[in-house]
């Protein structure tokens, strides 16, 4: 039985971290048997990559979902991605890139760093922790997230340009996705489980944002959203 370590549920969503939504979601997509164990908090300190989510698999150990959806078809099959051509593979990968190298970390900015989402964020991770941790653990977190933004590139902007840039992208998985019912085409396929992870997190997480005004102008986003919801998690 595979071991899924990732955080508890939030935000009225599978959970909160885009990137352990996503794994759920390919577990469930890929019908491969897991298990969650609890104590998300502890399981975090004995994440390898000091990160969620990471999973137990027959005591392999494997952290970063990419890594990890790698193993799992290496070791199960690939039930999901044998109908994609090279080209749509190419594609495929390019809209992961952009999501989860971009788009992620200006959804980060309006969570993290805008007062707004913080008040949001702070009581969804952070809300269970006991004194004195609840007193220092959010502050340390949020500072760490900080210095992430600024390494990658996206903290160096003024907000309003953190704003364009992931309006470019959320338009841009509208135009893709345009009127299919999965965002390659007729059937599912693993870019499905970032899609909908990342967007999910936007459209539906309680965090008012302008990247979630500009991702509600487009309804198919939120169509497609429901029906990834209905299919994998009735």
Not at 113 to 132: H, M, N, S
Not at 212 to 233: D, F, G, I, T, V
Request: hydrophobic letters at 45%.
């Amino acid at each position: 039985m595979i071991k899924l370590y990732q955080f508890d549920p939030a935000f009225g969503l599978p959970n909160a971290s885009p990137f352990c939504m996503k794994l759920e979601t390919y577990l469930r997509m890929a019908q491969l048997p897991f298990e969650i164990p609890a104590a998300s908090l502890s399981a975090l300190g004995k994440a390898p990559k000091g990160k969620m989510p990471y999973i137990d698999d027959g005591g392999k150990i494997v952290a970063d979902t990419t890594f990890i959806i790698d193993h799992l078809k290496a070791t199960y099959g690939d039930p999901l991605d044998g109908w994609l051509s090279t080209e749509q593979r190419a594609v495929a990968l390019a809209f992961q890139r952009l999501i989860e190298e971009n788009l992620y970390w200006a959804v980060v900015h309006t969570r993290w760093i805008e007062p707004q989402g913080w008040v949001k964020t702070k009581a969804a991770f952070f809300a269970a922790l006991p004194v004195p941790l609840k007193w220092v653990v959010p502050t340390l977190a949020r500072r760490g997230l900080v210095k992430e933004l600024h390494g990658h590139g996206m903290g160096r902007h003024s907000e309003n340009e953190i704003h364009a840039i992931g309006q470019r992208d959320i338009t841009a998985l509208a135009d893709y996705l345009g009127e299919k019912p999965y965002f390659m085409g007729e059937q599912p396929c693993a870019l499905d489980a970032t899609v909908y992870a990342f967007v999910a997190n936007l459209l539906w997480a309680p965090v008012e944002s302008v990247l979630k005004q500009h991702a509600l102008q487009y309804p198919k986003l939120e169509a497609y959203c429901a029906r990834m919801r209905s299919r994998y998690y009735p």
